[in-house]
Structures are given as structure tokens and as C-alpha cells.
């Protein structure tokens, strides 16, 4: 694995990184390698691991939860929150 110790780096550093993986996710599901994909999700699941270890309770939107995502199907218009 490569790149610093998730938990060695500051809330921007990690948000940083974060940000980065977030973005090359998509290219690296399509045309990367096994071995880039692989690596790829392992550090993605560190980034996010710390992440979420740092911010337990970070707020749930509604909507990203199983019963919001029901409410959804049944005709709510997520663009205008109803």
C-alpha cells in the first residue's frame, strides 16, 4: 500500500486525499488494472475508515438512508425536497 498513514495526516490533509480518490474512482473501475483497482480500494477503505473513526457522528441526510430511499421510489422530487 502506498501514500501516509491516514492516521498521520491533519482533517484538511485527509479531506484532501479523500477528495482525490473520490474523483479517480470512476477511471480506475474502468480502465485501470486488477492490481491498480485492488490498490485503489484498499486505500480508498483507509482514507474513509479514518475518516469516519474521526467523525462518528456525522449527520444522515434523510434521504441516504433505506427509508428515505423507499420514500423516494414513491414519487418525491429530490430536487426540490418534495
Known amino acids: ?17 479523500l477528495e482525490t480518490i473520490h474523483r479517480t474512482r470512476h477511471d480506475t473501475l474502468l480502465y485501470g488494472s486488477n492490481d491498480a483497482l485492488r490498490a485503489h480500494n484498499g486505500r480508498m477503505a483507509q482514507l474513509e475508515g479514518e ?30 425536497g418534495g
Open 1 to 17: 500500500m502506498t501514500g501516509v498513514d491516514p492516521g498521520r495526516l491533519d482533517d484538511q490533509q485527509l479531506m484532501k486525499e
Open 51 to 80: 475518516w469516519l473513526r474521526r467523525n462518528p457522528r456525522r449527520p444522515v441526510a434523510a434521504g441516504r438512508t433505506r427509508e428515505g430511499a423507499r420514500e423516494r421510489g414513491c414519487g418525491e422530487d429530490t430536487t426540490t
